[in-house]
């Protein structure tokens, strides 16, 4: 493997690993405020539960994400940055309103409902907009007439590949979340929670899947060239799509673990990650070598030798020193049943 | 980059001025939330420890109370940063193309420093009383390096922006990249160490702020009374050393710039023509027309002095510079701001514990009281000023004499439309901040807090929403 293949390597881990995080995170958040008025069932307080302790460093990885671009691909930088500024700064906007509010909501509690419609609407539109950053670096909306890549928005809005994109990137947010909220509610005992949740992944899953085939048909209509090297693929488009029907045994099936439960949501949960990990890959593999078709490719865009040996020893050490801060803290938050079956939760302890 | 003109060669001014006020303006706020976001770990942490030494409750309430403050300015100074971080890259593309290839590593170490903060910070909130006491100040210990490192990191960045090295730039190539001398670049300790002991300043003081506020508005002699006197003492201790250090620091820093940046000095210092034995102006301003710094008062050779520690170093003038190196020239009174407050903030430290320390006064006159009310905001009025120097005074440079700011920018038009929008969400973002601290803080008084902490068994830090 090259340098460059390595560094991009890195670069999709992440963006997979923060697409995970994010639409937990967004889809949570979305779900605390659905379920605000309906006390009994407690999916609130779940969805909350999980959301407190987990945003900050979600966010991080948006953070960690846009720092990997421009220090492994600093060329693509320059392109990346001139023409996402518009798409970019409407996702910081709303990023801004959705973190304060949320922090916010928490804390002034008699104004938690309007706060938290605040931050659930904005949270919503976000995986949205950042899942429309991929049709952009496709270079259909792209025009150089300055000699400089500029977005010409108003393709952008009026394809509908990229529409498509931002649908199945808010469903896909909805269905995850719901999945990992079902598997949240179940270890935490909450009954009631865990059957809503149950019941939005079985609607939001399928809508999934049929955006998922939108997007390949839109895409052959306007992007050719990575149409043709996905389908080269195939064969492992068609696991990944075994993988999500696995997902469906674990939402519809009886439990083989416990009797009169129905639903396995571990199994689904890690079905359905499969799922989309395999798809990402196929997606990935077929966008190389470009970063921003067709004028930017790894290797052109590639850092220096030498801060690219530096950069990727950071990496190392730092994710070693960070990987039992993580395990700790998941253990405190994911694992610990004394915060998961609190019997007086008290959401917004901050 | 000198040969790399080509890219930019059709600037039109207007959105050059308009991406620059963008990000001043992006600055100017996350700076607020991000230098008190290093200062209060600090605060609590003594808190903690005072606690585990004393054994006093309250101790323990100043903690609870304070972090509560960190949680909620965390709200605005986390999506702000990432906002920086972000714009950084969509306005000054150019730029960040440069410190990709030559300057990764703050950047990069930052995150993690980010990370550390994150995780702990909701542990120490989330988990308090599920871990042991060692691992909750263990946890602070954490909060307060992550804070303090992504401090450090991003001055890094800023001071390579004054002094680059670790590279050289040939025939349109960068060579001999060395990453580690770009992270060690010259100002980079210098600047740094102010940076951090500012912020110390900073959170010392907003504390001692609003304390004395309370004082102002309790009875003295009440238990609420003391309980404010407790955090103004321990705030005035570390606000005294912190804000002596910074200004010995600030020196330095001083010292820097007419070694590295000496058109920066000579703005700063509203000096135009070179000399040894160099006055140096205190107050007023640099008026350009008669090259001289009107209403200010002049010390004979103390600048001199100031720059080289003798009277006979030469300081470089403004006229040993083309016109267009010029920084702009009202940095003179920034600069004066921030070491008139800086001296202000010392004797404001020093009065106040000698007041209690060897007159053993019990109760602060209530003027005095109003003083330290001003500190808090001055700190800050301090921190913004030292900052729009640091930035402003490098202009036309992003990257001091290597790349221009309009060749660094951005070729996107029409960024008028962005201004209103991000200087809109930042005003709803300010008025919320404020409105909620208020709220939380006058529904949870601290006798509320106090009362819970003395019932055992009552869970102080998770139960006050
Ligand atoms: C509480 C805040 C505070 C206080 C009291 C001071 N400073 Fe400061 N100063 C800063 C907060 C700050 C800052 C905001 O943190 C800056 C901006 C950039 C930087 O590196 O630190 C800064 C920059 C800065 C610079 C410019 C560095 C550059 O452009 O590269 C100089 C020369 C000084 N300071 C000197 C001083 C002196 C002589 C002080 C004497 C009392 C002083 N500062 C007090
Ligand atoms: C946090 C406090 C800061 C404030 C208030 C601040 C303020 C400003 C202002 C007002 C400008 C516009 C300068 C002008 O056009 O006159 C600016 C520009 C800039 N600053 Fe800072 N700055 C801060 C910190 C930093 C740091 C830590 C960095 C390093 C990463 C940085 C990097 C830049 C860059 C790249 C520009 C744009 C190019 C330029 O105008 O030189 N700033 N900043
Ligand atoms: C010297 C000035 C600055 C100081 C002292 C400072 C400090 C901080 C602190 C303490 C935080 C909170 C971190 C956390 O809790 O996670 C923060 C957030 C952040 N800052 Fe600043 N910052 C400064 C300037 C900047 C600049 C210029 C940038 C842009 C390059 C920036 C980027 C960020 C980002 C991206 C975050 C959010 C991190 C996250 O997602 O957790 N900061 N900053």
């Not at chain 2, 007159?359 to 921190?383: H, M, Q």
């Not at chain 2, 951005?410 to 409105?435: C, E, N």
Request: proline share 4%; net charge neutral; glycine share 6%.
């Amino acid at each position: 493997m090259t340098d460059a293949l390595i560094a991009i390597t890195v670069l999709w881990g992440f963006v997979f690993i923060y697409a995970v995080m994010a639409t937990m995170d967004f889809g949570a958040g979305f779900w605390s405020m659905i379920y605000i008025n309906r006390e009994k069932t407690k999916a609130t307080n779940i969805a909350n539960r999980y959301l407190s302790p987990t945003w900050e460093v979600t966010n991080t990885f948006i953070v960690a994400l846009v720092v990997a671009v421009y220090s492994l691909f600093p060329t693509a930088a320059y392109t990346l940055g001139t023409i996402l500024l518009i798409p970019g700064s409407m996702i910081l906007l709303l990023l801004a309103l959705r973190s304060a509010f949320l922090v916010f909501s928490n804390i002034a509690s008699e104004y938690r409902k309007p706060l938290t419609y605040i931050s659930g609407v904005t949270g919503i539109i976000i995986p949205g907009l950042l899942i429309s950053v991929l049709p952009i670096t496709h270079g259909e909306y792209l025009n150089y007439e300055t000699g400089n890549a500029q977005l010409d928005l108003q393709q952008v809005f009026t394809s509908p590949n990229v529409y498509t994109f931002i649908v199945f990137g808010i469903s896909s947010t909805l269905f995850l979340s719901s999945l990992l909220l079902a598997d949240y509610s179940k270890v935490s005992n909450e009954m009631e929670a865990y059957k809503v949740y149950l019941r939005d992944a079985k609607i939001a899953g399928p809508i999934s899947l049929i955006m998922a085939f939108c997007i390949m048909l839109t895409l052959q209509r306007e992007a050719l060239w990575l149409y043709n090297k996905m389908m080269e693929d195939l064969p492992l488009l068609w696991v990944s799509v075994v993988f999500f029907l696995l997902g469906g045994v674990g939402l519809f099936a009886p439990s083989f673990f416990e009797k009169g439960v129905r639903g396995m949501p571990r199994l689904a949960v890690i079905a359905v990650t499969v799922q989309y990990l395999i798809a990402s890959y196929v997606y990935g593999k077929a966008h190389l070598p470009y970063i921003v078709y067709p004028s930017v490719t790894i290797d052109s865009a590639f850092t220096d030798p030498n801060s690219f040996r530096a950069v990727f020893i950071t990496y190392i050490v730092g994710f070693a020193i960070l990987f039992p801060g993580f395990i700790y803290f998941w253990s405190l938050f994911m694992h610990d049943k004394r915060y998961l079956q609190q019997k007086n939760p008290q959401e917004g302890a901050r | 980059m000198k040969g790399k003109v080509c890219r930019k060669d059709v600037t039109i001014m207007d959105d050059l001025l308009i991406a620059r006020s963008l990000f001043g303006t992006t600055m100017a706020f996350h700076i607020i939330f991000a230098t008190i976001g290093v200062g209060l770990p600090l605060m609590i942490l003594i808190a903690e420890l005072m606690y585990q030494k004393t054994k006093d409750l309250e101790y323990v309430v100043m903690a609870k109370r304070w972090t509560k403050a960190f949680a909620v300015l965390l709200g605005v100074g986390i999506p702000t940063g990432t906002i920086a971080g972000v714009q950084l890259s969509l306005l000054w593309p150019g730029f960040m193309e440069v410190i990709g290839r030559v300057m990764p590593l703050p950047f990069q170490i930052e995150i993690y420093a980010f990370f550390v903060e994150a995780l702990f910070m909701s542990i120490y909130v989330y988990a308090a009383e599920r871990i042991a006491p060692w691992m909750r100040i263990a946890s602070l210990i954490l909060v307060a390096l992550g804070a303090l490192a992504s401090a450090v990191l991003i001055t890094n960045v800023h001071a390579f922006q004054g002094t680059p090295a670790g590279f050289r730039y040939e025939n349109g190539q960068f060579v001999d990249i060395d990453p580690w001398a770009a992270f060690f670049n010259p100002s980079f300790f210098v600047t740094a160490t102010h940076v951090a002991l500012s912020a110390y300043v900073t959170g010392a003081f907003i504390v001692a702020s609003v304390a004395a506020f309370k004082m102002l508005r309790n009875e003295y002699g009440s238990r609420i009374y003391h309980f404010h006197q407790k955090a103004l003492m321990i705030s005035l201790v570390v606000g005294g050393i912190a804000s002596f250090l910074t200004a010995t620091n600030g020196h330095t820093a001083a010292q820097y710039l007419h070694q590295y940046q000496p058109e920066k000095l000579a703005a700063a210092e509203g000096l135009f023509e070179t000399q040894s034995h160099a006055p140096l102006a205190i107050g007023g301003f640099t008026d350009r027309e008669t090259e001289t710094v009107k209403w200010g008062i002049e010390i004979p050779w103390a600048l001199s002095f100031l720059a080289g520690n003798s009277f006979d170093t030469v300081v470089v003038g403004l006229n040993d510079f083309p016109e267009e190196w010029w920084p702009p020239l009202f940095v003179h009174t920034l600069f004066n701001a921030m070491v008139l407050i800086g001296s202000l903030l010392i004797f404001i430290a020093i009065a106040g514990l000698a007041w209690k320390k060897f007159l053993k006064k019990d109760r602060f006159p209530k003027w005095f009281l109003w003083i330290l009310v001003t500190s808090g905001p001055l700190a800050i009025i301090a921190i913004e000023s030292g900052w729009i120097l640091a930035c402003s005074g490098r202009q036309p440079w992003v990257i001091y004499r290597f790349l221009s700011t309009a060749q660094a920018a951005t070729t996107a038009t029409d960024l008028g439309i962005l201004f209103i929008l991000f200087a809109g969400v930042y005003v709803i973002l300010g008025t919320a901040v404020v409105l909620v601290l208020l709220y939380f803080f006058r529904k949870n008084t601290v006798m509320d807090d106090i009362d819970r902490a003395e019932k055992k068994n009552v869970p102080l830090f998770s139960t006050n929403s």
